[in-house]
């Protein structure tokens, strides 16, 4: 699966921006897709995730702010984001995870930065 992230950029703390992820290759094989983001020096995080029937998970931090969503063709995964916090400071990723023979397979879009000043 290739994936595509976009939509990132600066914005003032309080602000919104919406993410997206354009999915192409194989993606009927994906079992979950979700964002997830890195600041340096820190690991990377899971921030939301969207299974293939709808349901969805978020980090404690974004609950409320975040909402993650897919296209109904499937093969564009959004994060909208408001409320936004200076410790929301980023590169978010896209995900797309298969599960397969007891493995899961990970593919990744590059990232896209997103910064909210204070």
């Known amino acids: 699966v290739q994936l595509q992230a976009s939509g990132g950029g600066l914005v003032q703390a309080g602000g919104s921006l919406r993410l997206s992820c354009a999915a192409s290759?194989?993606?009927?094989?994906?079992?979950?897709m979700g964002w997830y983001r890195q600041t340096p020096g820190k690991q990377r995080e899971l921030v939301a995730s969207?299974?293939?029937?709808?349901?969805?998970n978020y980090v404690s931090s974004v609950k409320g702010r975040f909402t993650i969503s897919r296209g109904s063709a499937k093969n564009t995964m959004y994060l909208q984001m408001n409320s936004l916090k200076p410790e929301d400071t980023a590169v978010y990723y896209c995900?797309?995870?298969?599960?397969?023979?007891?493995?899961?397979?990970?593919?990744w879009g590059q990232g896209t930065l997103v910064t909210v000043s204070s």
């Open positions: 995900n797309a995870k298969t599960y397969y023979s007891r493995s899961a397979y990970d593919d």
């Open positions: 290759g194989s993606i009927f094989s994906v079992d979950v």
């Open positions: 969207i299974t293939d029937g709808g349901s969805t």
